[in-house]
């Protein structure tokens, strides 16, 4: 069954260096999600990527942000000038395109734990 | 802004026992989707529900969207300690998507 992979399963930065996080989405989907989830809290939304442009952003994606499909498989996150605060599991997601106007399931990734020294 | 509720945040039952979670929005949604996070884990979907008044089923698990679209319930009929996880609901209005705090499930045997 196809899945959505995540690279590097822990990832450990000091404060202030740039972290990439990768994302291979499942082949045929055309959205893709980044999300974050700070240690037992909920998860929240960061972005959502389609036709290799951001379709929709939360007020946590600002300009330490960004995302990237620099290629047809991959879909990065790049987090600048790392915070303590960024220490959390970032999943990636991927779905289907619409339909009649309405998402579908996402599949999420296993997840990445970054944590900032 | 807009946000999705949901309660409680906390739930311990005894297998066998019942378990229902809620969410509430403030806005009309399009569409609702469910979640589960087993411990460790990465949400899985569960179910989506897009009409109002809808109620799907599966197994021993009931979803129900509200008449004006604003509220979801997860309902487990007779909870299993394979039940165990975060239930979390996602609310989508436009392209926009909100996540409730989830609610966390533990089963005593």
């Known amino acids: 069954e196809p899945e959505v992979t995540q690279t590097p399963s822990h990832q450990v930065t000091q404060m202030g260096q740039e972290v990439i996080l990768r994302c291979v989405p499942i082949s045929n989907h055309l959205y893709f999600y980044w999300y974050r989830q700070i240690l037992g809290q909920k998860v929240e939304f960061l972005v959502s990527f389609y036709n290799n442009e951001i379709s929709e952003k939360s007020e946590i994606f600002d300009d330490q942000f960004s995302v990237e499909r620099p290629d047809g498989s991959n879909f990065t996150l790049k987090i600048r000038s790392t915070k303590l605060e960024d220490s959390a599991m970032y999943f990636c997601?991927?779905?289907?395109?619409?339909?009649?106007?309405?998402?579908?399931?996402?599949?999420f990734g296993p997840g990445t734990r970054l944590t900032v020294l | 802004g807009q946000q999705v509720m949901q309660i409680p945040q906390y739930q311990h039952v005894q297998e066998g026992e019942d378990f229902t979670t809620y969410c509430n929005s403030s806005t009309t949604l399009s569409n609702i989707q469910w979640y589960k996070q087993r411990p460790g884990g990465h949400p899985v979907f569960l179910i989506q529900l897009v009409k109002s008044g809808e109620v799907k089923k599966q197994k021993r698990l009931t979803f129900q969207f509200g008449e004006a679209k604003k509220n979801s319930s997860l309902h487990i009929t007779a909870t299993q300690t394979t039940d165990v996880g975060t239930y979390f609901c996602a609310g989508f209005n436009f392209n926009k998507f909100y996540f409730g705090s989830g609610t966390k499930l533990n089963v005593k045997p």
């Open positions: 997601a991927s779905s289907e395109a619409l339909q009649a106007g309405v998402y579908n399931e996402q599949f």
